[in-house]
């Protein structure tokens, strides 16, 4: 069965710290994205990026960045230098190719509040 | 651009009463998508459109949730009727294809008392 785990409830730091949000995956197919996005307080989720299984290049996108390991199903994101603007939950998601849906399947997500 | 419309905002209702909700997605998006959100956790896929043909409504409670989507524009989701756990925020969400990322709506969150 498809899953994805978010262990991190909620990360606290203070503005400029770096963090990372942890993100395993489960999958028994061989083709599929991986997503992050971000919902603030407005409430829509905003999409961050779009990984797919077969490009495990990390990648670094102004003060974000993301870690690809498929040995260990891991897709991990990093935000260096956190602002308070930053503070968010944000989810992780897996959706699989190949299929009749492309339904994408979220984590529990992690609340990350940055302190001026 | 503008972005996928969701009214209304907010609704509370009395369980075994009826609502509905409607979404406009982004202009000339063929793939829309209804996602509950309960409190603390991730969305959860509800039902998939493309165009007004369905793809996947295998996690909607079709003994009481019903969702259309005539014209293949905008989209309407409807509880009857509704129930304590149906308290969550209902997300809709539109993409050009099944390919592309999606875009999310600011939901409606929906209060069952």
């Known amino acids: 069965a498809q899953k994805v785990t978010q262990a991190q409830t909620e990360i606290s730091v203070v503005e400029k710290e770096d963090v990372t949000l942890d993100c395993v995956y489960e999958t028994r197919d061989t083709t599929y994205y991986l997503f992050w996005y971000k919902q603030p307080p407005s409430g829509e989720l905003v999409f961050l990026i779009r990984?797919?299984?077969?490009?495990?290049q990390n990648e670094i996108s102004g003060r974000y960045s993301w870690n690809f390991q498929k040995s260990t199903s891991s897709f991990n994101f990093t935000i260096t230098a956190s602002q308070v603007v930053d503070s968010a939950v944000y989810f992780c998601a897996l959706s699989e190719l190949g299929r009749n849906t492309d339904k994408l399947i979220f984590g529990t997500g992690t609340r990350l509040q940055v302190f001026p | 651009e503008a972005g996928v419309a969701q009214s209304p905002r907010y609704k509370i209702i009395e369980k075994r009463q009826s609502v509905a909700f409607w979404c406009n997605p982004i202009s000339g998006h063929a793939t829309l998508y209804w996602y509950q959100q309960i409190l603390g956790q991730g969305p959860k896929l509800l039902i998939q459109f493309q165009n007004n043909g369905v793809v996947d409504d295998s996690q909607l409670p079709k003994d009481r949730f019903s969702a259309e989507r005539l014209k293949g524009v905008d989209s309407t989701l409807k509880i009857q009727p509704a129930k304590l756990e149906d308290s969550a925020v209902y997300l809709c969400?539109?993409?050009?294809?099944?390919?592309?990322?999606?875009?999310f709506g600011n939901g409606t969150r929906l209060t069952v008392t």
């Open positions: 969400a539109s993409s050009p294809d099944r390919v592309s990322p999606l875009h």
């Open positions: 990984r797919n299984s077969f490009d495990e």
